[in-house]
């Protein structure tokens, strides 16, 4: 005969389980009327099954652990969300040199900007600034030559703000009925040209034969507009803000799409143009081969449609 409190301890330690347990009890109970043999070979095959219950729990455990799908998009969402957060209140390129990548910016700057008013039935416009890129910027801002800084404001209730033809003095649009839309932009070792109409008929397609903006009032750049537009607007907006930049050269965008520079005082042009040339710190790039430079750079937009292209020479 086999002693059963014997037979219970030599079973795998899993079978300490409540229902491996009770099962073995019954098993030993049995065993009594076994021989050792048959005892031996029916332990065994409790053990196997013991194990093999064992593994399936492991798995079952493993499967619970890993993450899901969805469990990884929300986490990516949230990290997403936290790098906004820290992120810093503006954009700063350091490639302008690069006057195509300064361009191309700009165009997104303006593409964005027109897309807002449209989708939300609002007006939006898009300062521009120009300050010392020889010193950290400043608040308030310092004027100079070599980092060109754009914002992005919309109306809040989706009107000017501003009503009727508009007069000297300037009457600053009222921070507190803006909203700012995405970040300042900051393009450094790039200056605001005003150039001069090309005189050169297509073909091809290139800055010199580029469509005539005929008129200051069709321009952005470091001698255009002739005046300072009579609807500046500040940056930051909001109630209870300290001004850092204040942007007297802007274009504006109607729900419509429709382009113009400042304000409704400017009608509508075949062709607005925001010049730029490269800058070596606070000094612009040559004059020669021709007064617009070496690496001269137009962006235009038309009035009506608000489509921005970039000409390069």
């Keep these: 005969m086999i002693n059963t409190q014997t037979l219970w301890f030599r079973f795998p330690r899993a079978a300490f389980a409540r229902e491996t347990g009770q099962r073995i009890s019954r098993i030993a109970w049995m065993c009594v009327r076994m ?23 492991n798995s079952k455990q493993r499967s619970r652990a890993a993450f899901t799908l969805i469990e990884l998009l929300v986490v990516m969402a949230i990290i997403a969300i936290l790098l906004l957060l820290v992120a810093p209140a503006f954009t ?75 007069s000297s003095p300037a009457v600053e649009l009222d921070p507190t009925k803006l909203i700012q839309v995405g970040k300042l932009t900051k393009i450094d070792n790039v200056h605001l040209q005003t150039f001069p109409d090309p005189t ?10 580029r469509p005539a903006p005929g008129l200051n009032t069709a321009r952005i750049g470091d001698s255009s507009p002739d005046n300072p537009s009579l609807s500046p607007f500040r940056y930051p907006v909001g109630p209870g803000t300290t001004t850092q930049y204040t942007f007297t050269k802007a274009v504006q965008f109607s729900p419509l799409g429709e382009a113009r520079i400042d ?36 962006i235009q937009l038309t009035g009506e449609g608000g489509n921005v292209k970039i000409y390069r020479r």
């Excluded at 070979?41 to 093999?52: F, W």
């Excluded at 390129?93 to 609002?122: E, F, H």
């Excluded at 050169?200 to 034969?209: E, I, K, S, V, W």
Aim: aromatic letters at 6%.
């Design 35 to 57: 021989t050792k043999s048959e005892c031996l070979m029916l332990k065994e095959s409790v053990s196997r099954q013991s194990a093999i219950k064992h593994q399936t729990s």
């Design 92 to 166: 700063n390129i350091k490639g302008g040199r690069d006057v195509t990548s300064a361009a191309y910016t700009i165009k997104g700057v303006l593409d964005t900007a027109r897309t807002y008013a449209m989708s939300n039935n609002t007006y939006t416009w898009v300062g521009f600034y120009e300050e010392d890129v020889s010193q950290s910027s400043t608040n308030p801002a310092t004027a100079g030559i070599g980092r060109l800084v754009m914002s992005i404001v919309a109306s809040k209730d989706g009107t000017t703000i501003y009503t009727g033809t508009l």
């Design 200 to 209: 050169a008929t297509p073909p091809p397609d290139t800055f010199a034969t």
């Design 263 to 298: 304000n409704n005082n400017y009608s509508l042009k075949t062709a607005i143009e925001v010049g730029i040339k490269p800058s070596h710190g606070t000094t612009p790039d040559s004059s020669s081969p021709s007064p617009s430079g070496v690496n001269p750079v137009a």
